[in-house]
């Protein structure tokens, strides 16, 4: 039996903005957040069929990718610690003296942490052959940078089947991998708008979201990928967006995180104040957890 966060956690809380009542737009915030401190948002549905797999499956241990801010990564090490199993995890980069605070938490829960120098990474995340990666072999179970395999994208599917979302014109999401983009384009009704508001910079058309992932193509004619809000990159921030988080929070109680929610609340912003949303849009935005990442900001640049 795999142990699971709380989902009964889940709501929906309303965000009011002069932007959205200016052009009569009803904004509600889905609080994936909520079910844990670290296994939050979307990372638990994008983790879990891995775990039944590794359960099932009698794996001996989880290993995975990620940068060193990746959300996903600490999420496993919790997930793999409370569900009995080792977890290994390839980190992009070489080791700095002082490493995030995602990191340092990540080992703490007894994640194996090993750098690679970019070039020798892209080549482990590509190859996922398991006597390549680790002593493990075939005893481990390989889960995509991200959870951006078969079974993170089922888990991401089921995302709007905790509440009702049939009501929603427009549902929108921070893009990392891609993974909970096509999840909810896959489950979603056809009436609704997907939006992903891509973190990553240079990326363009749908990318870095797979058309392979997409099981009826029609689909993507309600799928829109933003990509002119990531603030510089991957976790790259400026001041004015902490300024916007701190407004965000004051005026309505929501933290986001500066490396994907606090980029797609800025966006949902912007895009209202365009007139992007038609009149009368009841808009659902996804809050796909990753708030530890601001404990690696200096004390004092945000107020929560």
């Known amino acids: ?3 699971i966060p709380d989902l009964k956690n889940i709501t929906t809380d309303y965000w009011d903005h002069q932007d959205f009542r200016e052009n009569e737009l009803q904004v509600e915030v889905l609080r994936l957040d909520k079910i844990h401190p670290e296994i939050s948002g979307n990372k638990w549905f994008k983790l879990k069929y ?3 797999k590794a359960r099932v499956e009698n794996k001996q241990k989880l290993i995975s990718f990620g940068g060193a801010y990746s959300n996903h990564l600490l999420a496993l090490a919790i997930a793999a610690k409370e569900n009995g ?3 290994l995890g390839f980190v992009r980069g070489e080791e700095s003296a002082c490493i995030s ?3 340092s938490a990540a080992r ?3 994640m194996e942490i090993r750098f690679l120098s970019r070039a020798m990474y892209n080549e482990k995340k590509n190859s996922l052959i398991p006597g390549e990666l680790d002593e493990t072999g075939s005893d481990a179970v390989l889960i995509p940078e991200g959870g951006a395999g078969p079974e ?3 888990g991401a599917e089921e995302i709007l089947s905790f509440f009702p979302s049939f009501g929603y014109s427009h549902i929108c999401t921070a893009t990392g991998t891609g993974t909970t983009l096509a999840g909810l384009a896959n489950s979603a009704a056809s009436h609704q708008k997907i939006i992903g508001v891509s973190v990553l910079k240079g990326t363009r058309d749908f990318e870095p979201m797979h058309i392979s992932w997409i099981k009826n193509k029609r689909a993507l004619e309600n799928v829109n990928l933003i990509h002119p809000d990531h603030f510089g990159g991957y976790a790259k921030y400026t001041v004015p967006l902490l300024e916007f988080m701190n407004r965000t929070f004051i005026s309505s109680g929501i933290p986001t995180d500066f490396v994907y929610t606090g980029k797609l609340f800025y966006s949902v912003v912007r895009m209202a104040s365009a007139k992007i ?5 009841r808009i659902l935005v996804l809050h796909t957890g990753g708030l530890q990442g601001n404990l690696s900001l200096a004390p004092g640049l945000l107020q929560f």
Do not use: D, V, W
Request: net charge positive; no cysteine; proline share 13%.
């Open 1 to 3: 039996m795999i142990a």
């Open 50 to 52: 891995y775990l039944e």
């Open 85 to 87: 199993f080792p977890s």
């Open 101 to 103: 605070h995602t990191l």
């Open 108 to 110: 703490k829960y007894g």
């Open 152 to 154: 993170g994208l089922r």
């Open 277 to 281: 949303f038609p009149p009368g849009s």
